[in-house]
């Protein structure tokens, strides 16, 4: 089977804000070749991630860190690949057929060839929308008996290992926060882009565990998301605080036990002068730091030491071992309605370059998706 697929892919090197114009919109034909055991997957919705931004940088640290951070060179077709959910169209695996409904690792465009080694899981999405499993259920998309079937497979860990790093955002908040920040009742929690697709699902986490929560946003419409629909404890507007410091004092009177940080910068040296001793900060995203090389945190490093603050940097990739237990209390809070799954759709592939530059404008609220195709038709 051929077909003519759309793509979208950068032009040149992103060093800063992103632009719509950094992107074009391409075609090519695709088919899978001839006896192979590639299938052909028509894209439904995709996952839009503000980390491909250092992907497309000319350098970055993290593009020899880890393999879901690799560069991504200009103009390459079909390169730019996104977590999503899918139809089958064309397989030659025995285990899928035309039809199926698949998520994993696919692309910027509207079918993806998906290669041998490429984990997909089919999705029976009875009773929960399909976008769920581009969402928060993403992490869905890999059992552990796959993984161990081809842990001795090099390349196959290597796809299994991209496929999970760069999944969305249910397991990292899970992890998280469970894990990296060993929550207990009582305890202060803040939350940096609190409505964001990580953030407003651990300030649910946190909210189900007994502890006071308060986010920031970047506008009075998400403050209000997050403590009325959300139920946050509080939450307030970053861009009318002259002083975060003095701000988040006036919030947490008490202090701070747990930061999840996904900003990094200038909220991170915030959060860190007001943490109680002992205090944990899972440090998961620097979406300030990505567009301004200069925006760099300097957290006090005698706080540190003296109050015995715990820092750490962490991925989903290292817990897979917590997918089951993830897996089945989240869907159960969302099947109960304990937990909300933010979505905030665009719709056709010709809007993903403004979907994208639209993270960094703060745009989004909740998990931003591209829905490139309908599954009927």
């Given at each position: 089977m051929e077909v003519v697929n759309k793509y979208v892919s950068h032009k040149h090197h992103v060093d800063g804000y992103p632009s719509e114009s950094d992107f074009e919109l391409a075609t090519t034909p695709l088919q899978p070749a001839p006896g192979s055991d590639e299938v052909i997957v028509k894209?439904?919705?995709?996952?839009?991630?503000?980390y491909q931004l250092n992907r497309m940088k000319r350098y970055s640290s993290s593009h020899t860190a880890i393999t879901a951070a690799s560069k991504i060179e200009p103009g390459q077709a079909r390169r730019i690949d996104a977590y999503g959910v899918g139809k089958v169209v064309a397989s030659g695996r025995a285990e899928l057929e035309e039809g199926d409904v698949v998520a994993g690792l696919l692309g910027w465009e509207q079918y993806t060839v998906v290669r041998p080694g490429t984990v997909l899981m089919k999705v029976d999405a009875k009773d929960l929308p399909i976008s769920?499993?581009?969402?928060?259920?993403?992490?869905?998309?890999?059992?552990l008996h796959q993984i161990k079937e081809h842990k001795k497979d090099a390349q196959i860990d290597a796809m299994i290992f991209l496929t999970t790093?760069?999944?969305?955002?249910?397991?990292?908040?899970?992890?998280?926060?469970?894990?990296?920040?060993?929550?207990?009742?009582?305890?202060?929690?803040?939350?940096?882009?609190?409505?964001?697709?990580?953030?407003?699902?651990?300030?649910?986490y946190a909210k189900l565990s007994g502890c006071y929560v308060?986010?920031?946003?970047?506008?009075?419409?998400?403050?209000?998301?997050?403590?009325?629909?959300?139920?946050?404890?509080d939450a307030f507007n970053y861009k009318e605080e002259a002083d975060l410091k003095s701000a988040l004092r006036r919030y947490f009177p008490e202090g701070?036990?747990?930061?999840?940080?996904?900003?990094?910068?200038?909220?991170?040296?915030?959060?860190?002068?007001?943490?109680?001793?002992?205090?944990?900060?899972?440090?998961?995203?620097?979406?300030?730091?990505?567009t301004n090389a200069g925006e760099?945190?300097?957290?006090?490093?005698?706080?540190?030491?003296?109050?015995?603050?715990?820092?750490?940097?962490?991925?989903?990739?290292?817990?897979?071992?917590?997918?089951?237990?993830?897996?089945a209390a989240t869907s159960d809070h969302l099947r109960r309605g304990r937990m909300i799954?933010?979505?905030?759709?665009?719709?056709?592939?010709?809007?993903?370059?403004?979907?994208?530059?639209?993270?960094?404008?703060?745009?989004?609220?909740?998990?931003?998706?591209?829905?490139?195709?309908e599954l009927e038709g």
């Open positions: 894209n439904l919705f995709l996952s839009i991630d503000p769920y499993y581009a969402n928060v259920l993403g992490e869905y998309s890999l059992h790093a760069t999944g969305p955002s249910g397991l990292t908040a899970f992890a998280g926060f469970y894990d990296v920040c060993k929550p207990k009742k009582g305890e202060k929690v803040f939350i940096s882009a609190a409505s964001g697709s990580v953030g407003s699902l651990v300030g649910q308060v986010g920031c946003a970047g506008s009075k419409q998400k403050v209000d998301l997050l403590k009325g629909k959300l139920g946050f404890d701070i036990d747990i930061y999840f940080d996904n900003v990094g910068a200038a909220m991170l040296e915030a959060a860190v002068a007001n943490m109680n001793p002992f205090g944990r900060v899972a440090v998961c995203g620097a979406i300030s730091e990505y760099r945190a300097a957290p006090d490093l005698i706080d540190i030491i003296y109050k015995r603050i715990t820092l750490r940097g962490f991925l989903s990739v290292d817990y897979l071992h917590l997918h089951e237990q993830f897996s799954a933010l979505e905030d759709v665009s719709v056709g592939i010709e809007s993903v370059p403004t979907a994208f530059v639209g993270l960094f404008r703060g745009d989004n609220v909740g998990k931003k998706l591209v829905r490139v195709g």
